[in-house]
């Protein structure tokens, strides 16, 4: 067996920006595992793999697709970078051509639209409660000195100060992997965006994620309350850096972002 694999740089303009996303379309499901040891094997955040979705009334026309993603280590239920590479390789390498994109996935169905040289995903809100969790703890471990608030909904959301303390966090990937959290760090921007975060996920095998949609679904309702504003742009701090244009749009968020192609590759299966 032969299986195509894409590798493409997600919520950038630039090559080697982003967070780079493997992308396997199948034409039916293989072994869970045979997924695992791929994601294991290309050692990036996410590969993701899609099918024709099969059933339902939006099954059989070539309109919908499910959708499955993995860490090198685990299979997650969201991601947003890996459906936003997906939605390119369908778009631009594969001849898709309906208005839309339907993936369904263990988080809803998720709704793709091309806007230009935009992506823009239709994502579930995950608005995060406060917490009382330990804030020296949590400091410690994520290597800042000061902490306004913890919230969380799927992972934790840890509000700094300012757009400096975000990236100038020194966290502690053992520490936080033994914590068993996935972790987000975020703050006002103090330049030409709205907010900024850095997410961190030793627990699933990536120990800071370059550019993490899923947890904008977190991050948008959090700054749209507190920023009074529905529509944003965000910027994730990581080494490879990534940006987003983002939406409050009540029980749902947009996300949206750019892509580029980095290689096309065989995956020789004996």
Known sequence: MKLTLYQIDAFTSKLFGGNPAAVIPLDKWVDDDLMQRLAMENNLSETVFFVPHRAGDEGGNGEAFDIRWFTPSVEINLCGHATLASAFVLYSI????????????????????????LFQMDFPSWKPRK???????????????NIVGVYKHRDVLIQLDSEADVRNADP??????????????????NGDV????????PSAGVDEDPVTGSAHSQLIPFWSEKLEKKEMRARQLSQ??????????????SIAGEC????KGEINLQ
């Not at 898709?96 to 230009?116: A, N, Q, T, V």
């Not at 502690?172 to 921007?189: D, L, Q, S």
């Not at 709205?194 to 996920?201: M, T």
């Not at 580029?260 to 290689?263: A, G, S, T």
């Open 94 to 117: 594969m001849g898709y051509d309906k208005p839309e994109i339907m993936f369904h996935s263990k988080s809803g169905k998720l709704r793709i639209k091309k806007r230009g040289d």
């Open 131 to 145: 917490v009382e969790d330990d804030p020296n703890y949590l400091k410690e471990i994520v290597g800042v000195k």
């Open 172 to 189: 502690n990937f053992p520490a936080i992997k033994k914590n068993g959290e996935k972790i987000i760090i975020t703050a006002r921007a």
């Open 194 to 201: 709205d907010f900024v975060s850095r997410f961190f996920a």
């Open 240 to 253: 490879r850096g990534g940006e987003l244009w983002v939406a409050d749009c009540g029980e749902r968020v």
């Open 260 to 263: 580029v192609f980095f290689m």
